[in-house]
């Protein structure tokens, strides 16, 4: 739920931005500034940024809570770390807030692979910036977006450090990711190995699965429908060529 939540806006604002940033028809100034600051989040230490939003969240006296106290918003402080959805939400954004630049950078990184004479071909054909981009840039970047979902499924899948840092996974199991209970079954008194062991193997099995799932659903049906019709055409000319050599023998 947590992966979900956040990959949603993650990869939504990633590509607005490499659209906004690999614009063709509008140059903008100071590109290489906003990247980055869109970026920075990223090269933070996952302590500090637990360290930052805890802080930021805290009770009785905090930021957020002062902003909330004095506009009028409540009456008084607000524990945000006993609730299990402001909880979870915290941790949402911190990842979204997290990894948006890196994938942002990922995708620019595609779309700049793309060949400069098909946008110019599109430009002459009078297409806009949205046809573009759904027409042109998605399809072109479709192996560079399978790579930016696998990578993020098993890293959400995976994810420790926020929500142990964090919350330990609390209030009440609400941020206890699979990563947090395998440590906490293998190193956190309890000791059972055996368990956190299980945990890891069907762990690996369901990102295996998703992982197959996305390549199936990604896969390039042009190029699979090309190839089915390159090895028939290889075929008929093998059994034609059969044919003729057997004709010549007779």
Same mark, same amino acid.
């Given at each position: 739920?947590? @992966?979900?939540?956040?990959?949603? =806006?993650?990869?939504?604002?990633? $590509?607005?931005?490499?659209? @906004?940033?690999?614009?063709?028809?509008?140059?903008?100034?100071?590109?290489?500034?906003?990247?980055?600051?869109?970026?920075?989040?990223?090269?933070?230490?996952?302590?500090?940024?637990?360290? +930052?939003?805890? !802080? $930021?969240?805290?009770? =009785?006296?905090?930021?957020?809570?002062?902003?909330?106290?004095?506009?009028?918003?409540?009456?008084? &402080?607000?524990?945000?770390?006993?609730?299990?959805?402001?909880?979870?939400?915290?941790?949402?954004?911190?990842?979204?807030?997290?990894?948006?630049?890196?994938?942002?950078?990922?995708?620019?990184?595609?779309?700049?692979?793309?060949? =400069?004479?098909?946008?110019?071909?599109?430009?002459?054909?009078?297409?806009?910036?949205?046809?573009?981009?759904?027409?042109?840039?998605?399809?072109?970047?479709?192996?560079?977006?399978?790579?930016? +979902?696998?990578?993020?499924?098993?890293?959400? +899948?995976?994810?420790?450090?926020?929500?142990?840092?964090? +919350?330990?996974?609390?209030?009440?199991?609400?941020?206890?990711?699979? !990563?947090?209970?395998?440590?906490?079954?293998?190193? &956190?008194?309890?000791?059972?190995?055996?368990?956190? &062991?299980?945990?890891?193997?069907?762990?690996?099995?369901?990102?295996?699965?998703?992982?197959?799932?996305?390549?199936?659903?990604?896969?390039?049906?042009?190029?699979?429908?090309?190839?089915?019709?390159?090895?028939?055409?290889?075929?008929?000319?093998?059994?034609?060529?059969?044919?003729?050599?057997?004709?010549?023998? @007779?």
């Amino acid at each position: 739920m947590i @992966w979900i939540m956040n990959f949603i =806006p993650q990869i939504t604002i990633a $590509l607005l931005l490499t659209a @906004w940033f690999t614009s063709h028809s509008n140059e903008i100034k100071g590109k290489g500034f906003f990247k980055v600051v869109f970026y920075m989040p990223n090269i933070i230490t996952a302590a500090t940024v637990a360290i +930052l939003f805890h !802080s $930021l969240f805290n009770y =009785p006296i905090g930021p957020v809570n002062d902003i909330l106290t004095s506009s009028g918003l409540r009456d008084e &402080s607000y524990y945000f770390f006993t609730s299990k959805t402001a909880s979870r939400l915290i941790v949402v954004f911190i990842q979204f807030w997290t990894w948006y630049g890196n994938t942002m950078i990922v995708l620019i990184s595609g779309v700049l692979g793309i060949s =400069p004479d098909i946008y110019e071909a599109a430009e002459i054909d009078g297409a806009n910036g949205v046809q573009t981009f759904f027409r042109i840039t998605i399809p072109n970047i479709k192996t560079v977006l399978l790579y930016t +979902l696998v990578t993020s499924l098993v890293g959400g +899948l995976n994810m420790f450090d926020i929500p142990f840092l964090f +919350l330990k996974g609390g209030p009440d199991r609400a941020t206890l990711t699979t !990563s947090v209970f395998i440590y906490n079954q293998a190193f &956190s008194g309890s000791y059972l190995y055996n368990r956190a &062991s299980a945990a890891s193997m069907l762990m690996w099995i369901i990102i295996a699965a998703l992982s197959g799932v996305l390549f199936f659903i990604m896969r390039d049906k042009e190029q699979i429908q090309m190839d089915k019709e390159i090895k028939r055409a290889k075929k008929e000319a093998k059994r034609a060529s059969k044919g003729g050599v057997n004709q010549w023998q @007779w």
